[in-house]
C-alpha cells in the first residue's frame, strides 16, 4: 500500500524513509516508529542503524533506493553540501521518488538550496518541504521540536500527522522560508547562549552562587528557552550536544554571509550574529567543534583567563 499525496497519511499505509541519524535524526526517527510508521533508513554507516533497525526499521542501500520504496523521505543531515549529494546528485532522493511523492528537508540549509530542490522536484511531479527544526535533543526526543515548514501550504497541511509526532509545526511561507525561519532562530538562540554564558561568568566572578543566580533571574526578562534548556548542563559541565558547535557557525554563516551565496538583494547587516558566529568559531578553533552550544561558555572562560 501508499500513500503519495494527496492520499490522507496513516500507519497502516504510508511508507516513511529517513536519511541522518545522528543525534536528533535517530530520535525523529525512532518517534515515528514508536507511532507505528514503516520505516527505510539510509545510512552511510550501516552500524549506526542498528538502535533503528531493533525497533523494526528496514535498512536501504542508497538515497535512490530508499525513495523508490517510500512515499515521504526525510533528510536530517549536517550541511548544505550533504543535502545536495543525497538529493539532488546521481543516486539521490529524487533519482528515485515517485511521482506525488514528498521529500523533506529538515536539516537546518540554506534557502537557496531549498527553493533549488523545490524545482527539481516539481519537473519529477513531485514535492519538497523544507522543514528545520529547533528544540535540541531533548525536543527531538519528547516530540517537541518546533518545526519551521517551508513550501505548498497543502502539502505541509498533508504532512501534519507526522510533523506532529515530532513536534508542532508552522508554515512560514514558499519554499526556502523555512530555512530562512530557522536561520533567524539561530541568530536569536546564539545572542540568548552568549547572554547565557556570560551572565553565569559573571556571577561566579562576583562570588555568587550559579545555581542560585540561574534560580533568581530564570522569572524575569533574562528567562528565556535557552536558559531552560542549557542553564543546568552549562553549570554541569555537560556539553554534550544536541546541536553541535560547530553547525551553529554554519548556521550563522547563512546569515551574514548570504549574499555569498549570490543572493545580494537579501543580505542584511547583522554585527551581534557576526560576532556570535566569531565566538562560535573559537569553540571550533579551540577543538570543540563537535560539543554542544552550552559550551560556548569555554570562550568566554578563556577570554577571562580561566
Known amino acids: 500500500m501508499t500513500t503519495p499525496y494527496p492520499t490522507p497519511i496513516t500507519p497502516a499505509k504510508t511508507r516513511i524513509g529517513w536519511i541522518g541519524i545522528g543525534v536528533m535524526g535517530a530520535a525523529m526517527a525512532s518517534r515515528l516508529l514508536s507511532a507505528g510508521y ?6 552511510r554507516t550501516p552500524s549506526k542503524a542498528l538502535s533503528l533497525q531493533s525497533q523494526g526499521a528496514h535498512l ?17 543531515l549536517g550541511h548544505p553540501s550533504d543535502v545536495r549529494s543525497n538529493v539532488l546528485e546521481n543516486n539521490g532522493v529524487l533519482s528515485g ?9 529538515m ?16 519537473e519529477k511531479n513531485c514535492w519538497s518541504v523544507d522543514a528545520p527544526v529547533s528544540g535540541g535533543d531533548i525536543g527531538a526526543r519528547e516530540g517537541r521540536l518546533a518545526i519551521l515548514a517551508g513550501g ?13 509526532i515530532m513536534g508542532k509545526v508552522t508554515y512560514v511561507g514558499t519554499a526556502g522560508s523555512g530555512q530562512s525561519c530557522k536561520i533567524g ?53 555537560d556539553f554534550r550536544p544536541g546541536g ?3 553547525y551553529m557557525v554554519k548556521d550563522l554563516g547563512m546569515g551574514v554571509d548570504v549574499v555569498e551565496e549570490g543572493d545580494d538583494g537579501r543580505v542584511v547587516a547583522l554585527p551581534g550574529a557576526a560576532l556570535c558566529k ?23 572562560e578563556r577570554i577571562n583567563g580561566k
Open 60 to 76: 536501504s542501500d542508497s538515497p535512490a533506493e530508499l525513495a523508490r520504496s517510500t512515499d515521504v523521505v526525510f533528510t536530517m
Open 97 to 105: 521518488l515517485s511521482p506525488s511523492c514528498v521529500t523533506v528537508d
Open 185 to 237: 532562530n539561530q541568530i536569536v538562540v546564539g545572542a540568548n547562549l552568549i547572554g547565557l554564558s556570560e551572565g553565569l561568568v559573571f556571577a561566579e566572578r562576583a562570588g555568587l552562587d550559579t545555581r542560585q543566580f540561574l534560580e533568581a533571574v530564570r522569572g524575569g526578562a533574562a528567562g528565556s528557552m535557552v536558559m531552560e534548556l542549557f542553564g543546568e548542563r552549562t553549570i554541569e559541565r
Open 244 to 246: 553541535f558547535a560547530e
Open 152 to 164: 505548498e501550504r497543502s502539502v505541509v497541511e498533508w504532512l501534519s500527522p507526522l510533523f506532529e
Open 278 to 300: 566569531q565566538l562560535f568559531s573559537g569553540m571550533v578553533a579551540n577543538g570543540d567543534g563537535k560539543l554542544g552550544t552550552q559550551g560556548l561558555i569555554t570562550v568566554i
Open 107 to 122: 536539516t537546518s540549509s540554506h534557502p537557496v538550496l531549498a527553493r533549488e530542490i523545490f524545482a527539481a522536484a516539481r
Open 38 to 43: 514503516s520505516l527505510t533508513v539510509y545510512a
